[in-house]
């Protein structure tokens, strides 16, 4: 069992700025491909930033692409989302994924069923 600790999510205003943290144990980063979903009230969750199994490139999702940005710090062991000009839209439970699934199965990055561990989500609320 993986497991993945999400933080830094909260109450903000439209057009403000949030990083959200996800604490991966030792050396996991070496063997799973990491990704950002969301899940707001009422909708299904939904894939908004992954790295790439095959080659490790950024995905984001068209609702958030050039707002949202994705990172990784192998040495401190943590995967980021950097979440600038928020939206009242992006309101959602945001949960941390890894999946250790091969590309050849599972060619698109943010593939939801191909995620074998979620962390228990953070909050984003956005509103003014």
């Known amino acids: 069992q993986l497991q993945l600790v999400e933080s830094g999510g909260g109450l903000v205003q439209p057009g403000e700025s949030l990083t959200l943290s996800c604490a991966v144990p030792?050396?996991?980063?070496?063997?799973?491909?990491m990704g950002w979903y969301r899940q707001a009230p009422g909708k299904e969750r939904e894939g908004v930033s992954c790295?790439?199994?095959?080659?490790?490139?950024?995905y984001y999702s068209d609702s958030v692409k050039g707002r949202f940005t994705i990172s990784r710090d192998n040495a401190k062991n943590m995967v980021y989302l950097q979440m600038n000009s928020l939206k009242p839209e992006d309101t959602a439970v945001y949960y941390c994924a890894a999946s250790g699934r091969s590309a050849e199965y599972y060619p698109e990055p943010c593939d939801y069923n191909g995620v074998d561990y979620w962390g228990k989500g953070t909050l984003v609320l956005v509103s003014s």
């Open positions: 790295f790439d199994r095959s080659d490790g490139s950024e």
């Open positions: 030792k050396g996991a980063l070496n063997s799973y491909t």
